[in-house]
């Protein structure tokens, strides 16, 4: 099985950051349990206050396109940085998986 680099996206902004830490928590895991490695934005990068989301996604997005795959949470329709990493993947003919689930099946764009 080849071994993909997988970036996680979905919300995070306007979530209580506990939520949001454990929603990529578990998609991180579920990648490395098939073999994957995954790529959490959530730990790219210590959180500080006086950081904007541009500041945020510009790290986000670097680390995107050096990615195989992007795993999309079931909360991303409800993120506008998620639909921007969607559509850079897109854009750059990555994988698209729109669900966990997915992961073990093959990728759905």
């Known amino acids: 099985m080849e071994r993909l680099k997988i970036y996680i996206s979905g919300k995070i902004s306007g979530l209580a950051l506990e939520v949001a830490e454990k929603n ?3 998609a991180e895991q579920k990648i490395k349990e098939i073999g994957h490695i995954p790529v959490n934005p959530m730990k790219l990068h210590d959180y500080k206050p006086e950081l904007t989301w541009h500041d945020y996604m510009s790290a986000d ?3 995107l396109v050096y990615c195989d795959a992007i795993l999309m949470l079931e909360n991303w329709e409800d993120s506008r940085g998620a639909k921007v990493e969607k559509a850079l993947a897109e854009a750059l003919n990555l994988k698209v998986y729109l669900s966990p689930k997915n992961l073990s ?4 764009r």
């Not at 099946?105 to 759905?108: K, V």
């Open 24 to 26: 990529f928590e578990i």
């Open 105 to 108: 099946n093959g990728y759905n």
């Open 61 to 63: 997005l670097a680390a």
